[in-house]
T-cell receptor, first 117, second 112 residues
Framework: EAQVTQNPRYLITVTGKKLTVTCSQN?????MSWYRQDPGLGLRQIYY???????DKGDVPEGYKVSRKEKRNFPLILESPSPNQTSLYFC????????????????FGPGTRLLVL | AQKITQTQPGMFVQEKEAVTLDCTYD???????LFWYKQPSSGEMIFLIY??????QNATEGRYSLNFQKARKSANLVISASQLGDSAMYFC?????????FGKGTTLSVSS
């Protein structure tokens, strides 16, 4: 089954404790992206990757890191989480970022709900 | 700068009625894509429909259609014959270059 998986689905942590949220897709997609969703703000793009070893900042990259060493995986790293990073996080992938249609037709993971105390 | 605006925080409609969800956008780039996504209460994001900036005809997908008015920079979603299962949050999004930006969403409630 074609899917994007994220782990963990729920996470409670404390300020400053490094954490990683994993994301994996099995569709051989080139483009992958991370978003955060906050009430009243919609989804905002954190980082995206056009392909292996190619990553770029989205609208809200501060406090986050990503890597794309393999095509299928795109982990999100919070080196020193803070309470303002409490949010719902989505990983998404699409066939390619080279055309508007392919870029925007994204498959989303189930989301990771993060609480930073 | 690119921007997507959804001005309706919530909409209410009865079953079998049609409903229009508003979306306006701002960009100076001539090439872009417009999308609508649905987010049910279970939380997943579901792609609904796409409109390219150069497309002459409005996009349709089953009961969904996108009313694209380029000069007014609007891309409203029309849902015909609403069903209870249409109750969800709906997001308008725009692709430009290699990024995708979303509006803040509209919550649609369908009642019987």
């Amino acid at each position: 089954e074609a899917q994007v998986t994220q782990n963990p689905r729920y996470l409670i942590t404390v300020t400053g404790k490094k954490l990683t949220v994993t994301c994996s897709q099995n569709m051989n997609h080139e483009y992958m992206s991370w978003y955060r969703q906050d009430p009243g703000l919609g989804l905002r793009q954190i980082y995206y990757s056009m392909n292996v070893e190619v990553t770029d900042k989205g609208d809200v990259p501060e406090g986050y890191k990503v890597s794309r060493k393999e095509k299928r995986n795109f982990p999100l790293i919070l080196e020193s989480p803070s309470p303002n990073q409490t949010s719902l996080y989505f990983c998404a992938s699409s066939l390619s970022g080279r055309t508007a249609l392919k870029l925007g037709t994204q498959y989303f993971g189930p989301g990771t709900r993060l609480l930073v105390l | 700068a690119q921007k997507i605006t959804q001005t309706q925080p919530g909409m209410f409609v009865q079953e079998k009625e049609a409903v229009t969800l508003d979306c306006t956008y701002d960009t100076s780039d001539p090439s872009y894509g417009l999308f609508w996504y649905k987010q049910p209460s279970s939380g997943e994001m579901i792609f609904l429909i796409y409109q390219g900036s150069y497309d002459q005809q409005n996009a349709t997908e089953g009961r969904y259609s996108l009313n694209f008015q380029k000069a007014r920079k609007s891309a409203n979603l029309v849902i015909s014959a609403s069903q209870l299962g249409d109750s969800a949050m709906y997001f308008c999004a725009m692709s430009f270059g290699t990024a995708l930006i979303f509006g803040k969403g509209t919550t649609l409630s369908v009642s019987s």
